[in-house]
């Protein structure tokens, strides 16, 4: 038929054969008719050239045109020419300053544009990135860094002692705070001032010994000071500079943000000539851009439609395992959940290999065993808690549990992969065990204040994500982070103590007493169960096999990162 | 005249007030807004400072009245969380918004009104059966499924049209088909039926009886004085296609006003919130009130007072 049809075409382009109009709208109206009942049938022999129409629909690369034309084919060929990569992602940051945003899409934005002295690499260890030497406190309060030379952000001004002093001095000036600069990371490092102490040389200054600092230095972004104290806040909010592989060409917000090679980098040009970051909040869509073939990489992947990309021999599904340690908080200030036993009872009373194998789909690896998740740090004596309602029971009966009394499970109804269903799936095993539970949905806002303000009076799902390092994971509970709402500390036999210990943590910078510390919270912590632990949070991405992309566990997305070769198109 | 256009633009007025004071009520009962802005890793402390540090302690009709002094001068504030004017942040997706719904309304426009003028006309036959059996599949189709199998059909399978995001003309296509099938169904039906209504009436015989060919019966003496109910509905689309944009600009990527103020309330952006809030119920009011006038135009019976 096509054949036909293609000799009919060569006889009318030369006059051989005369079409009316009628004739013209007619074979139109046929052609479209059959074009969409193979469509409806799922037929793929269409084969009908792929529109790469614009630049703002984030159009392919030559190689990802190679792979759409030759009827989306298994294997991606060209890689000649300009290569660009395309990342569809369902949000966007508010604003491209990283000392106005503190959401973790930021950091994904910005990883390709801007770094941090240091960063943690894909076993979570911490790195070097523009420090070439780094080095923890010998007096407790003095970190001492040492810059690589000849690195200059995309002004051509250089990354040196001077950026990171304006940096800090940026983010605690009070001016700045109070026209709504929130970084807060020199506060939770406790820092008081920084010296430069020569032009590669820099110290930075906490006010009192705190461990938390170390870790933190991975996520404070050093700015151009000629760039950054020039520009008001609302150009510095739309329009970055940066030292990173990638330099910032346009951001067209709430579509796409444009990047492009940094030829000049540091550690070497970049393979990839184009950065795309698309922003599509609904996921079939994203879905379909990636089986379009305009995008190569897709966040925020549904578990449902997990299925339909490992089917797909030109994606892989690829999932990261988050720092966010998704759990039930227990409001132990509460008479009902004031005995320890009640506590623990839940611990038994909730199927968690149950919730991940069928309603997450087998995605988050295993159920948490402790609250500390970083290789290395977590307690190896504390096992996990296996699901034994009968044992719930009778903790919950010694402890005097009264079984006609409401239950509430405060959850969001966004905000993790499924979180509404795993909520229902507990409340589940809540009646089943006999207890009178309900969900109780929120809207985020009204959560998140009732979380930070700890106001809580039953249980909720929060999920707490931290640095990766031992002393400060165990902080999580104590307020130092400001994200619990247990009220483990002030309404347990255990807090007291745990603060205490934790107060050691803080000033110990010996690292066998740490990990002797960070031990011995861990156990106080898991004997009071303020907190049911579930699983880590777990992000999917569908990606191009095109490209040797990997997520990473505490950024997630980043395109190179330390100690490895930048991102690649291999196909 | 005047003096009607002059009492519904003070109307209007008020209503926009009222609807700025509600939805400040409501954005203020939905929780802390400091504690929204915060990041994860605040302390209660940082929380408490910020709140002060931008005025969110005060009472709220304090803020509501900051907020109307500046916005009767023009000036709508800064964003809380993108830190920029907010009536720049509205104007800049302004275009994106009413090219969509524009779209949309003039697809509802084109095919809705000779949908409804021919199935009255040939009432009953198959044409109108099809008609009506596509309206009401048409209303039947949230946005949301219509949205999602026009792509995978015509931009996955088909490869004719791009997926999502806002570009050229094709870019366009399937987010105005799915914004504007709605309407076009409605409307289609709401024509046919004022249509037969007037296709019913004396003057309709007379005319016929005198001769007059049926299409210019149909479209003279019929058509003009089924266009009163007509009217109404389209003015009223305006705000249901404003509205139902955020479900199709969340669908197709398209960046207009309506993912804004979406993202805004959940981000308990206020200043945001309220300049979208008293933009677009500005302009739902104003059009309402030249469709009012319209009335005036099309039937000479009606009388502003």
Not at chain 1, 367 to 387: D, E, H, M, Q, S
Not at chain 2, 175 to 199: D, K, Q, T, W, Y
Request: charged share 20%; with cysteine; net charge neutral.
């Amino acid at each position: 038929m096509g054949a036909d049809l293609d000799a009919i075409l060569r006889r009318v382009v030369a006059g051989e054969i005369r079409l009316t109009r009628r004739d013209l709208l007619r074979a139109g109206l046929s052609a479209s008719a059959a074009a969409a009942l193979l469509a409806a049938c799922g037929g793929t022999s269409v084969s009908s050239p792929p529109t790469q129409t614009s630049t703002s629909s984030g159009s392919a690369s030559p190689a990802a045109r190679a792979t759409t034309s030759a009827g989306l084919s298994a294997t991606p060929q060209v890689t000649s020419g300009p290569l660009k990569l395309v990342l569809a992602q369902s949000s966007e940051p508010s604003t491209l300053d990283p000392q106005f945003e503190q959401s973790g899409i930021i950091g994904t934005y910005l990883n390709a544009m801007q770094e941090h002295l240091m960063e943690f690499d894909r076993q979570l260890a911490i790195k070097n990135v523009l420090a070439e030497t780094s080095q923890q406190p010998t007096d407790g309060l003095t970190y001492r860094f040492k810059l690589h030379p000849n690195m200059k952000f995309w002004d051509g001004t250089p990354v040196d002692a001077n950026a990171v002093k304006f940096t800090y001095d940026r983010a605690l000036n009070a001016d700045n705070r109070k026209k709504g600069l929130s970084d807060p990371v020199p506060t939770l490092q406790g820092v008081d001032h920084v010296n430069v102490v020569d032009p590669l040389t820099v110290e930075v200054v906490t006010a009192k010994p705190s461990t938390l600092a170390w870790p933190f230095f991975c996520q404070e972004f050093v700015l151009a000071p000629q760039y950054y104290g020039s520009k008001s806040f609302d150009q510095t909010a739309i329009a970055p500079m940066g030292s990173g592989p990638w330099k910032f060409v346009s951001w067209a917000k709430g579509d796409q943000l444009q990047m492009t090679a940094n030829t000049d980098y540091w550690r070497g040009k970049p393979q990839i000539d184009t950065l795309v970051f698309r922003t599509v909040p609904d996921s079939s869509t994203r879905l379909a851009l990636l089986q379009r073939g305009d995008a190569d990489i897709i966040g925020d992947v549904n578990p449902d439609d997990a299925p339909v990309i490992q089917a797909d021999p030109k994606f892989r599904l690829e999932s990261a395992l988050t720092t966010f340690r998704v759990h039930i908080g227990v409001p132990c200030n509460q008479p009902k959940w004031k005995d320890r036993r009640a506590r623990t009872a839940l611990n038994y009373a909730i199927n968690v290999d149950n919730i991940i194998k069928f309603v997450l789909g087998g995605f988050p690896k295993e159920r948490l065993r402790t609250p500390v998740i970083t290789p290395g740090w977590p307690n190896p004596n504390i096992k996990a808690y296996t699901y034994d309602p009968n044992q719930a029971k009778s903790l919950l009966n010694a402890a005097g549990f009264d079984w006609t009394q409401p239950i509430k499970l405060y959850t969001t109804s966004s905000g993790g992969m499924k979180r509404l269903d795993v909520a229902q799936a507990i409340v589940a095993d809540l009646q089943k065990l006999g207890m009178k539970a309900q969900v109780q949905v929120l809207d985020s806002t009204v959560y998140t204040s009732k979380l930070k303000a700890k106001e809580f009076d039953d249980l909720y799902i929060g999920q707490l994500g931290a640095p990766s390092y031992g002393p400060v994971e165990v902080a999580l509970p104590t307020g130092d982070l400001g994200l619990d709402s247990t009220h483990f500390i002030d309404a347990t036999q255990n807090g007291p103590t745990y603060l205490n210990l934790y107060q050691q943590v803080r000033t110990t910078f010996d690292d066998a007493k740490q990990h002797d510390l960070v031990n011995q919270l861990q156990a106080l912590f898991m004997e009071e169960s303020p907190w049911i632990l579930l699983y880590r949070e777990v992000y999917l991405f569908g990606v191009n096999k095109r490209t040797d992309w990997k997520p990473t566990e505490y950024t997630r997305i980043h395109f190179w990162l330390p100690g490895e070769q930048d991102t690649h198109i291999i196909g | 005249m005047l003096q009607y256009v002059v009492r519904r633009l003070l109307l209007s007025v008020l209503v926009v007030f009222g609807v700025s004071l509600v939805s400040f009520g409501l954005m203020f009962l939905s929780g802390d807004p400091a504690s929204a802005l915060a990041g994860d890793n605040w302390t209660r402390a940082q929380i408490d400072e910020f709140r002060h540090q931008m005025g969110f302690d005060r009472p709220w009709y304090v803020q509501y009245g900051e907020f109307v002094a500046h916005a009767v001068r023009g000036n709508f504030g800064t964003s809380l969380r993108q830190h920029r004017p907010v009536f720049e942040l509205l104007m800049e997706r302004m275009p994106a918004t009413l090219e969509l719904t524009g779209s949309a309304f003039l697809l509802s426009l084109c095919l809705s009104i000779p949908i409804g003028i021919l199935s009255a006309a040939r009432r009953n036959s198959v044409y109108d059966r099809a008609a009506m059996l596509f309206a009401l599949a048409g209303q039947s189709m949230p946005v949301f499924w219509v949205g999602t199998m026009l792509i995978l059909i015509f931009a996955v399978r088909l490869q004719w049209l791009p997926v999502a995001g806002r570009g050229g003309l094709d870019h366009l296509i399937l987010p105005a088909i799915a914004l504007g099938l709605f309407p076009v169904a409605r409307n289609a039906r709401v024509v046919r039926s004022s249509m037969l209504e007037v296709l019913g009436a004396d003057y309709v015989r007379t005319a016929r009886a005198k001769g007059l060919p049926g299409s210019r019966v149909l479209l003279r003496h019929a058509f003009k004085n089924a266009l009163l109910p007509v009217v109404t509905l389209f003015g009223l689309d305006i705000g249901y296609l404003l509205s139902g944009a955020v479900i199709t600009e969340s669908i197709f990527a398209w960046p207009g006003v309506g993912r804004l103020t979406v993202d805004a309330v959940l981000g308990k952006d206020l200043p945001l919130v309220e300049a979208a809030v008293v933009v677009l119920a500005g302009g739902f009011v104003l059009i309402n009130l030249l469709v009012d006038l319209l009335y005036g135009v099309l039937d000479p019976r009606v009388r502003f007072q």
